[in-house]
């Protein structure tokens, strides 16, 4: 049995369940899924930000250890931001680590490391202005519009904004080789109004990787499924923003077997097994437009995932759940993705004055 940690694990449990795989929880969400799909669940409530309260977590880690036969743990999202912590777990727990330690991913949390192994990264001044980010922030939620005389606090740093299409790429490696298993566009929420919270990830045809990311997985040891965020210019360039040096949940638009792939790459075997075809596929994250409380009779379709339990209360701009998209082009998902969020709507309540939840329905 395996241990899942992060702020959202839904998807790799989602995974294990597709391979028979065993695996336990903690997680920030504790939704109705992840409840249904481990052998045991455990919530952890964050700290404000959704950061992570290293004793909480490690004393409830802990009690899992003990109650559970687990073979070794994986680090989902939220641990990047707090490195210290990841090796913290593997010392404490005495659980192998199927991922990354603090050493890999400090250094990759360092926008350095990018142009160290001549990755095109954004550098110098910005025609269009800044952003201000946190190493190893995930969700978009970290990130604000900025000036060029803005001061980075600890753990964040300034980046140009780049004009162009956001995109991000998924990808096994071991160390040594890498394989991509696909690629994504990225569409934040409301970008204009510099609210970049990830909305909907859209897959879309593989293009190639940059060489100088075979460098880096040479270079720093990255192993596992990871993710690679990135903006294509107007020029054609690609510039990468950051590296996920763990499993992303857009994984799970390209492998029904993402837990499994994962586990494998650690142990340096690169196989890209049931790999979607086909369909255009989506993932939109809803999020509360105000207070919301989910009804105790609310049945959620089959199309939706992170089913938050009844009576839970979601405060506003939290993330409430996902609604899951699959059509013949990427116009009829865009279509069928707004008719979707408009039926969530309708089942959580009165839309009179605002509705309760909501996501990204178009590219524009």
Request: aromatic share 4%; with cysteine.
């Given at each position: 049995m395996?241990?899942?940690v992060?702020?959202?694990?839904?998807?790799?449990?989602?995974?294990?369940?597709?391979?028979?795989?065993?695996?336990?929880?903690?997680?920030?969400?504790?939704?109705?899924?992840?409840?249904?799909?481990?052998?045991g669940?455990?919530?952890?409530?964050?700290?404000p930000?959704?950061?992570?309260?290293?004793?909480?977590?490690?004393?409830?880690?802990?009690?899992?250890?003990?109650?559970?036969?687990l073979?070794?743990?994986?680090?989902?999202?939220?641990?990047?931001?707090?490195?210290?912590?990841?090796?913290?777990?593997?010392?404490?727990?005495?659980?192998?680590?199927?991922?990354?330690?603090?050493?890999?991913?400090?250094?990759?949390?360092?926008?350095?490391?990018?142009?160290?192994?001549?990755?095109?990264?954004?550098?110098?001044?910005?025609?269009?202005?800044?952003?201000?980010?946190?190493r190893?922030?995930?969700?978009?939620?970290?990130?604000?519009?900025?000036?060029?005389?803005?001061?980075?606090?600890?753990?964040?740093?300034l980046?140009?904004?780049?004009?162009?299409?956001?995109g991000?790429?998924?990808?096994?490696?071991?160390?040594?080789?890498?394989?991509?298993?696909?690629?994504?566009?990225?569409?934040?929420?409301?970008?204009?109004?510099?609210?970049?919270?990830h909305?909907?990830?859209?897959?879309?045809?593989?293009?190639?990787?940059?060489?100088?990311?075979?460098?880096l997985?040479?270079?720093?040891?990255?192993?596992?499924?990871?993710?690679?965020?990135?903006?294509?210019?107007?020029?054609?360039?690609?510039?990468?923003?950051?590296?996920?040096?763990?499993?992303?949940?857009?994984?799970?638009?390209?492998?029904?077997?993402?837990?499994?792939?994962?586990?494998?790459?650690?142990?340096?075997?690169?196989?890209?097994?049931?790999?979607?075809?086909?369909?255009?596929?989506?993932?939109?994250?809803c999020?509360?437009?105000?207070?919301?409380?989910?009804?105790a009779?609310?049945?959620?379709?089959?199309?939706?995932?992170?089913?938050?339990?009844?009576?839970?209360?979601?405060?506003?701009?939290?993330?409430v759940?996902?609604?899951?998209?699959?059509?013949?082009?990427?116009?009829?998902?865009w279509?069928?993705?707004?008719?979707?969020?408009?039926?969530?709507?309708?089942?959580?309540?009165?839309?009179?004055?605002?509705?309760?939840?909501?996501?990204?329905?178009?590219?524009?």
């Amino acid at each position: 049995m395996v241990l899942l940690v992060g702020l959202s694990v839904r998807a790799l449990a989602a995974s294990a369940q597709q391979e028979g795989l065993a695996v336990c929880t903690v997680d920030a969400c504790a939704d109705m899924d992840t409840r249904r799909l481990a052998r045991g669940g455990w919530w952890y409530a964050p700290a404000p930000a959704m950061r992570f309260d290293a004793e909480g977590l490690l004393a409830l880690i802990l009690r899992v250890v003990q109650s559970r036969p687990l073979r070794g743990w994986v680090a989902g999202a939220g641990l990047e931001a707090e490195p210290g912590l990841i090796d913290a777990i593997t010392r404490e727990s005495g659980l192998p680590l199927y991922g990354n330690p603090a050493a890999v991913v400090e250094r990759l949390n360092d926008p350095a490391c990018l142009r160290e192994f001549g990755l095109t990264a954004p550098t110098g001044s910005a025609a269009d202005g800044w952003l201000l980010k946190q190493r190893g922030g995930c969700g978009g939620g970290h990130v604000r519009s900025a000036t060029s005389r803005s001061c980075p606090g600890p753990g964040m740093y300034l980046q140009p904004r780049i004009a162009g299409q956001a995109g991000s790429a998924v990808f096994l490696a071991d160390g040594h080789r890498l394989r991509l298993l696909g690629m994504n566009r990225l569409y934040p929420l409301a970008p204009a109004q510099g609210d970049y919270r990830h909305a909907v990830v859209m897959r879309t045809r593989p293009g190639s990787l940059p060489a100088g990311l075979w460098r880096l997985v040479r270079g720093t040891g990255l192993k596992g499924l990871c993710g690679m965020d990135f903006i294509v210019g107007s020029g054609g360039q690609m510039h990468i923003l950051e590296l996920n040096p763990r499993p992303p949940a857009s994984a799970e638009l390209h492998t029904q077997s993402a837990l499994t792939l994962h586990l494998q790459a650690c142990a340096g075997r690169l196989h890209c097994r049931h790999i979607r075809a086909g369909r255009a596929r989506a993932l939109a994250v809803c999020y509360a437009r105000r207070r919301v409380q989910i009804p105790a009779a609310l049945h959620w379709p089959a199309w939706v995932a992170d089913c938050p339990p009844p009576g839970r209360i979601h405060q506003t701009g939290e993330p409430v759940c996902t609604i899951q998209v699959a059509a013949s082009s990427e116009a009829a998902v865009w279509a069928l993705l707004a008719r979707r969020l408009r039926i969530l709507q309708q089942r959580l309540g009165p839309t009179d004055t605002s509705a309760a939840i909501v996501t990204r329905v178009s590219p524009a």
